[in-house]
């Protein structure tokens, strides 16, 4: 066993059975421990494939099996072929629906849609109940439903709960969707966990095959989990009991998703032989970042009180920058940062530049373009919500599985193939009258007379085209079939056109380039490589992810991402930036009850708890809203994290 374990820490290794509970604040080890002790089970003969861990995104899973293989490399010779599964719950449920979807009434084959498609189809709902776009539109739909989703209400109950007219508009719209999406095969991304959840507790079978594929479960960032995923996890453990769960309460953030803190609380009554198990030492930062976290923390009302000592004594402390607007703040940010990287020894991931809101990013990128220091963007605008991005994936989902109605639809006219929004609905008329797909009624809706002979030859051509693709589909690697699909739709033609400037144009072609690369990354990396795997992967990795090489830690470069990507990763310097009322806590926890202000405290806790060897806060004095300059008020996270006013401008001051 490494020596590199404290003695708790060494406990839970040890304990190689039955349910395993670390509850600890923030750098304390509770990922060390999780892949210690898979590591320490496989040394003790469990095979790596019947070990499950599940972490929260796919940046942790990804830094969790490097570590993990890390460790397995120097301990169990021989061994490497075989790897624990290391996934998200996300991934792990398109696992499973992909083997047992079809007894839930879906169809078989499933494609798993976008924030783009997903809005498409809420407005169709809400066209269907002939609601006016201004008592409800698509994206408060999306959110309603959303969170609806995520306490695990399907459309049946939603009805009953629903208080607002908003709420009743949206239940009635929630059927719709629900149902268009289940005839067109497809899910959103909060179905993946629900759908498990239903499949789990209507057919035993399932679930016990399901959870007889592993005979130990792993859970990081328990603290997270709601109310389907907690189900989930009792269903996968309840025959074999080897559940270890890590999280910690103080660094819960995803309430608005539905996570509740008490599933991590409760973990004792639910397994009641638990073993419970405490780190105290935090041996992240410096014992100077630590003093502000656990400054800031104790103000929450609501909190298991924890001892969080630092295992690394002194250190600088943390500054405050006050600029006068946020372009000069990004500006000073990055001026700080390319004057850091000077010195030697120090790399661009070192650095992390955390945000609260998705707009905030856009002035650091600006800045770090200038600078041309490399930096990855996480969390914010996805690669794969680009226009070209979207399409070429729309095309290439069809070719996997025609009746993804969705995505037909996108790139039916994409390029303009004269096929009008008319003969859309002839179509789309025709499939539902008939109980059909839209796919089959294209070779023959002339001969049908469902559309006039010059419509019907237009969508005969699409159809032969995408015929003529998936024929040869099979037999062509992944990047080769995206490079195909690109040529014989004329894509490159359809990015002339919209896109007159050829900076805009060539940015557009390297974004298509980037899903070939992608896609041969997959074909190069996976055991059994095949359309559908790899369109799981990008749907799921345009979730959290957006960074299309994922790795921040191999690509060197520094990481600008949310505050919520941020958590359980570290780096040696952390800019917390926008320290403001109205972005950290966000506007939106202000006018709601005290609950969210503590929860934008935790989500501070967090950021300031990134920091290894330096934190920086900064704040803008105004800022730009609606095209207006406006004052802002320090965030008052800034007064309690320093314990008095003053010290945000003594900080400054002694720099
Ligand atoms: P978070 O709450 O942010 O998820 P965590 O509790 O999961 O944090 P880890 O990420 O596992 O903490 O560990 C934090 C840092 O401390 C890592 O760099 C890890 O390598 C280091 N560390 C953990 N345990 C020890 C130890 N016993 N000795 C030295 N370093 C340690
Ligand atoms: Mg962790």
Request: net charge positive.
């Amino acid at each position: 066993m490494s020596a590199k374990l404290n003695s708790p820490q060494r406990e839970a290794v040890r304990t190689l059975s039955g349910p395993l509970l670390v509850l600890a604040g923030a750098g304390t080890g509770k990922t060390r421990v999780v892949t210690h002790r898979i590591a320490e089970l496989i040394r003790h003969g469990t095979p790596p494939e019947r070990i499950l861990a599940v972490t929260f995104t796919r940046k942790a899973a990804g830094e969790m099996l490097q570590r993990a293989s890390a460790l397995l490399r120097t301990k169990g010779k021989g061994r490497k072929q075989m790897r624990p599964q290391i996934s998200t719950f996300h991934s792990q449920c398109v696992r499973i629906l992909r083997r047992h979807i079809a007894k839930l009434g879906y169809p078989a084959k499933f494609s798993i849609c976008d924030r783009g498609d997903q809005e498409s189809e809420a407005r169709a709902a809400l066209r269907e109940i002939r609601c006016p776009n201004e008592s409800l539109r698509p994206g408060d739909l999306i959110a309603i439903i959303g969170g609806w989703k995520t306490r695990s209400i399907g459309p049946a109950r939603a009805a009953s709960v629903a208080e607002t007219d908003k709420e009743h508009l949206a239940a009635a719209a929630y059927r719709r969707y629900q149902n268009n999406l289940k005839t067109k095969g497809v899910v959103d991304f909060d179905d993946l966990l629900l759908l498990v959840q239903q499949l789990f507790s209507e057919n035993a079978a399932v679930r016990r095959e399901e959870a007889s594929r592993f005979d130990h479960v792993l859970i990081d960032e328990y603290q997270d989990t709601n109310q389907s995923q907690y189900q989930i996890v009792r269903g996968l453990a309840m025959g074999h009991r080897n559940l270890c769960v890590v999280g910690d309460d103080d660094q819960s953030i995803y309430g608005w998703r539905g996570a509740e803190v008490e599933h991590i609380l409760r973990f004792e009554k639910d397994w009641p032989d638990a073993k419970v198990v405490r780190l105290e030492d935090n041996y992240r930062s410096t014992s100077a970042i630590l003093n502000y976290a656990n400054t800031l923390i104790a103000f929450n009302r609501v909190r298991h009180d924890k001892v969080l000592r630092a295992a690394r004594a002194g250190g600088a402390r943390p500054r405050v920058l006050q600029l006068p607007d946020e372009n000069q703040e990004a500006e000073k940010v990055v001026a700080d940062i390319q004057h850091l990287l000077s010195q030697p020894g120090v790399a661009a991931r070192d650095f992390a530049i955390l945000c609260r809101t998705n707009e905030q990013p856009r002035s650091f990128e600006t800045e770090l373009r200038k600078a041309k220091l490399p930096y990855i963007l996480v969390g914010g605008m996805s690669f794969f919500d680009r226009k070209e991005v979207r399409d070429l994936l729309a095309y290439l989902k069809v070719i996997e599985n025609p009746h993804d109605e969705v995505s037909l639809l996108r790139i039916i006219n994409t390029p303009a193939r004269g096929i009008g929004n008319s003969t859309v609905k002839s179509l789309v008329a025709a499939a539902t009258s008939h109980g059909g797909h839209v796919w089959d009624f294209l070779s023959t809706a002339g001969e049908e007379g469902i559309l006039a002979p010059a419509a019907a030859q237009s969508v005969k051509k699409f159809h032969t085209l995408i015929e003529s693709i998936r024929e040869i589909a099979p037999n062509c690697k992944l990047q080769d079939l995206a490079s195909l699909v690109i040529e014989k739709a004329n894509y490159r033609n359809e990015l002339s056109r919209i896109y007159p400037d050829p900076n805009d144009r060539d940015a557009r072609n390297a974004s298509l380039e980037e899903v070939i690369n992608a896609a041969a990354n997959y074909q190069g990396q996976s055991k059994e490589p095949n359309l559908q795997g790899f369109l799981d992967e990008v749907a799921l990795g345009g979730q959290d992810t957006p960074d299309e090489k994922e790795n921040q830690l191999k690509s060197n470069a520094i990481a600008l991402m949310t505050l919520h990507s941020a958590k359980g990763l570290e780096f040696p310097y952390v800019y917390m930036v926008g320290m403001e009322e109205g972005i950290l806590p966000h506007k939106r926890s202000i006018t709601a009850d005290g609950d969210a202000i503590d929860e934008e405290r935790r989500l501070c806790y967090v950021g300031v708890t990134r920091a290894q060897e330096q934190l920086t806060l900064s704040i803008a004095l105004t800022r730009r809203k609606w095209g207006k300059t406006r004052d802002t008020v320090p965030s008052r996270f800034l007064f309690e994290m320093t314990g008095q006013a003053e010290n945000a401008v003594h900080n400054r001051k002694r720099r």
